[in-house]
């Protein structure tokens, strides 16, 4: 019987989690569990931030503090190996089952690439307005759409000058006519 991986979400102590996530990365290479836990993420975002003396600079930030996404086969092998590797507090779900992330949330997060590039309804040259993250509320125009990436560079007039971002297309929709 072959099973398919599913994403799980797992729960870790904050600033763990890329240490977690190369800890199970390793544990996998060195036990030649490939065939069960496929995938480690850890997503994030760029964001622009401003530092103590104003100054606006690209970061990339979590987009989800305490938490690592694992795309594995749930057998009792690789439950073990995620449950007991150091920093990890549990899974998410109910009880002790560990419970996968549905079609829906695993689109919605956008952590399979090329899922959101089907949803962008906009196209280059296009004017957008910026739904999340720290631009939110800004509108600018569409430079280029990476759908490998799953982004779309944004031209967005700041400070009484152009500046181009580089966005999610999930944080991105097509602006309302004016």
Known sequence: ???????????????YENKVAQTILKVVENRK???????????????MEKNDKDVLREVERKVFPGYVLVKMILTDDSWYVVRNTRGVTGFVGPGSEPVPLTEKEVAALGVERGVKAAEADFKIG???????????????EVKDINTEDGTADVSVSMFGRETLATLEISQVKAADEY
């Open 126 to 140: 296009d004017r957008v307005q910026i739904t999340a993250g720290p631009m939110e509320g800004f509108t600018g």
């Open 33 to 47: 569990l490939h065939d069960l836990i496929q995938e480690v993420r850890v997503p994030t975002e760029k964001a």
């Open 1 to 15: 019987m072959s099973e398919a991986a599913r994403w799980y979400v797992i729960h870790t102590y904050s600033g």
